[in-house]
């Protein structure tokens, strides 16, 4: 049972959403409010939980994760549903709980910070994380799945963690540091939609997978890659990070792998598996680099 929870909440992609909220919460040198920071951990953890929870919902509805019922870990969905381990109802009532639980906290941050304009933001990120998938938008049926996936998981959260210490939003650091995250994340969304491709079209689903289709798509995935790298560059000709995050560039070694086998074996799921892995890997890992290079400039 446990098991068949975690798996249907996606924990292993959470690190999307807390390392770049981490990493917004130490860019302001100085004072750290920790209080403030484990609620907005809170909300992030639970947002995005909410938004996994949906987005099994909403694909089962559509007949998209019914197409191919194996469980491949990383894309497809979790499967609970087509498997009938869990029903719909569990996945709509526990991303609905998530979603007032997050709300609770957004509340007692804004009592905390004294900051009611933090109540309309959050409100517009909950919406695009229910709206990525679920009626009536469907943003990932019409082609925004990716922005949408870089805004939540870029500047939506290292730029909320930055607000949340320094009381500041918008604000032009946090964007800046925001953009490799967002790259990142938007390369792990796409190396997912790759094997997904043929479904996806089948439910109406449509992606940028689309554009070349999935025989060329190692090229869209290539640039992502290179925007994340070259957004690193930014940061420190900006003074965001130190030569420290130039370390990052040891990324090329998985995403040289990945793009391989994305070009190698576009058509094989199983073996496109191994894409998925190494591009969270690219993720976390830079996301872990960064965040240490910042502790570093704070000391």
């Known amino acids: 049972m446990i098991k068949d929870v975690f798996r249907a909440f996606r924990f292993p992609f959470i690190s999307a959403s807390i390392l770049p909220y981490i990493a917004g919460s130490l860019l302001k040198k100085g004072g750290f409010d ?14 995005h939980l909410s938004a996994n929870l949906i987005n099994d919902y909403a694909d089962a509805k559509s007949g998209v994760d019914y197409f191919d019922r194996t469980f491949y870990g990383f894309f497809g969905g979790s499967k609970l549903i087509q498997e009938k381990v869990f029903s719909e109802k569990f996945y709509l009532s526990a ?5 007032i639980f997050s709300l609770i906290c957004v509340a007692a941050l804004c009592f905390l910070l004294k900051r009611p304009e933090i109540v309309p933001y ?3 990120i909950l919406f695009l994380g229910w709206a990525y998938s679920a009626r009536p938008a ?15 998981f870029g500047p939506a959260t290292v730029m909320g963690g930055y607000f949340i210490q320094a009381g500041v939003f918008p604000d032009t650091k946090s964007f800046l540091l925001s953009l490799p995250f967002g790259f990142f994340t938007a390369a792990i969304l796409f190396a997912n939609e790759i094997p997904d491709f043929r479904e996806d079209e089948k439910g109406g689903k449509l992606t940028w997978v689309g554009f070349l289709g999935q025989e060329k798509s190692y090229l869209i995935y290539i640039l992502f890659i290179f925007c994340g790298l070259a957004s690193v560059f930014l940061n420190i000709s900006s003074g965001n990070l130190s030569f420290f995050s130039i370390s990052c560039t040891v990324m090329l070694f998985p995403a040289f792998f990945a793009a391989g086998t994305l070009k190698k074996y576009p058509l094989e799921k199983k ?13 976390a890992l830079t996301g872990l680099i960064l965040i240490l290079d910042l502790l570093w400039l704070r000391s």
């Open 34 to 47: 920790p209080v403030a920071f484990s609620l907005g951990a809170l909300i992030v953890l639970c947002t």
């Open 95 to 99: 991303a609905l709980l998530f979603a």
């Open 122 to 124: 959050y409100f517009l």
């Open 138 to 152: 469907r943003l990932s049926y019409r082609r925004l799945g990716e922005p949408v996936i870089f805004l939540l």
């Open 271 to 283: 073996m496109l598996v191994r894409s998925s892995k190494a591009t969270i890997s690219i993720q």
